[in-house]
């Protein structure tokens, strides 16, 4: 056997040797074209770095401020000015246009879905919820529960329910998981589906008993049992 491996040895390295030339020859024969591609790479990354912080960074500085207003139009439930602004103030849909490329602007989209939500335009609530970018651990999880709400206003349940546990599936925690479980098990009631809606009942009590939800959630699971029953 050791005579079999000094045999192999002079190969291997013999191998090795001529996929060292063969590199080395390749670099040689292409060495304009890899430095032209190192320069272009180098050079992407340093306009990349230059706009992010002499365009993107201000740009987002100015959205948070132009934002402001339309903020508080929306925390006191001004949601039309809170889209289109007030005439000397930006609204949500401006945000959008003029600093769409922005955390900010992002935001925005989150902004005018629930705005629209809450002014029962569940279909334009849709479309600008699916443009929004999650980042947000709650606001995330709220983004794809309200998306579940408009869906359940046009009666498509069963997209209703694929967004709340969407919502209960981001990021879980205390708080959003165990709502958005229970909305979902509400759905799956609405389509006498009681099997599933206690799965997600069980799991509520199990999982998250000290939530809101939680303490209440035996007479949501004794109520399915008795449908499912019967």
Known sequence: MAKKKSTQAPE?????E????RSERFIEDNQKILSTLVLVILG????????K????????????????????????????????????NYGFLDIIDEYGITKSGNLARYYTGISYLHLEDYEEAIRYLKKYKPKDKLVGAVSYGAMGDAYWELQETGKAIENYLKAAEYKKNDFT?????????????????????????????KE??????????????TKVEMLRNQ
């Open 53 to 88: 912080r002499f365009y993107i960074k201000p740009l987002q500085e100015e959205a948070l401020s132009q934002m402001f207003v339309a903020e508080q139009y929306f925390e006191a439930d001004s949601f039309n000015l809170a889209l289109m602004g007030d005439g000397s």
């Open 177 to 205: 998981t165990p709502m958005y479980l229970l909305k979902a098990g509400y759905a799956y009631e609405s389509l006498g589906e009681f099997e599933k809606a206690l799965k997600l009942y069980e799991r509520i009590k």
């Open 208 to 221: 998250y008993p000290e939530s809101t939800e939680g303490r209440n959630i035996d007479k949501n699971i």
């Open 12 to 16: 291997q390295l013999e191998a090795f």
């Open 18 to 21: 001529s996929a060292l030339t």
């Open 44 to 51: 992407a990354v340093a306009i990349f770095l230059g706009v």
